[in-house]
């Protein structure tokens, strides 16, 4: 973890600690008929919610012990200790719950925000927010003037893989090819699914040469892959990208036609542009 996340988690878990503090200061210049100890549960779910789950069960235990300290000085002499100290339990099951549904919830938000970004079959960007790094990206390439690269991949004749062989089979295929995209470009880089069998390559820092070279070596990965039956190419379009002034609308387009003209070349090769 770098050092700054870590000086932002410090400063949140001295807050939540602090907040517990409060609380216990709090309860303990109340009357012990006015039972303030349920507040001890906002530090915990803020501990758990920003924090994650290990933290929100240690503020739940140490808030626990500090309630059961309040609890036996408060307590009136004829209650029993066991008493109290199902009071506790019953503190740390009802934060338990509300962890577990914390957790959930996050989860759940985790699950909506991949889907609202991600294709589901393939799990690379979707066509909305593979268009929204490559706008990000053209920013970045206006402004400092570094070069940029986009590839843009279509099977060849993929109707012809669903027809013979049905959906199931072209489902696996474009998993497949998603991940020999990934196999053949840099961590940096950007794979998208753009359309049915349509794919892309975003890649900053990226001149023309190195950006064919890859397109190249991305063609004859897909080759290799399916070699066999069902046997699938690729027709690629690359553009390679310096100073310009383009939005990712036309940029997405001049790689599109680049990818036509392979097309019209005879398919199962690389088409690269300019500007």
Known sequence: ??????????????????????VFLLNTRTPAELRLGILYIVPVLLAASSDGLGWGISFALATALLRFGVGIDQMPLDTLLQVRIL???????????????????RRTQSQLELLATHDPLTTVLNARAFASRVAQELGRNRR?????????????????????????TGDAVLRLVADA????????????????????????ETDGSL????????????????????SVTASIGVVAVSGTEAGSDELLRKADQAMYEAK????????????
Request: charged share 20%.
């Open 1 to 22: 973890m770098a050092p700054r996340p870590r000086l932002r988690r410090a400063v949140r878990l001295v807050a939540w600690a602090g907040l517990a503090a409060g």
């Open 87 to 105: 009071n506790e339990v019953a503190y740390l099951a009802v934060v338990g719950v509300a962890i577990a549904g914390l957790s959930q919830l």
């Open 144 to 168: 400092y003037g570094r070069p940029l690269a986009l590839i843009y991949l279509d099977l060849d004749d993929f109707k012809k893989v669903n027809d013979a062989h049905g959906h199931a």
């Open 181 to 204: 995209m990934r196999s053949a470009v840099r961590q940096a880089d950007v794979v998208g699914r753009l359309g049915g069998d349509e794919f892309g390559v975003l890649m900053p």
């Open 211 to 230: 950006a064919h070279a890859v397109a190249n070596r991305l063609a004859g990965g897909i080759r290799t892959v399916f070699r066999g039956t069902p």
């Open 264 to 275: 019209r070349a005879g398919k199962d090769r690389v088409v690269q542009v300019t500007m």
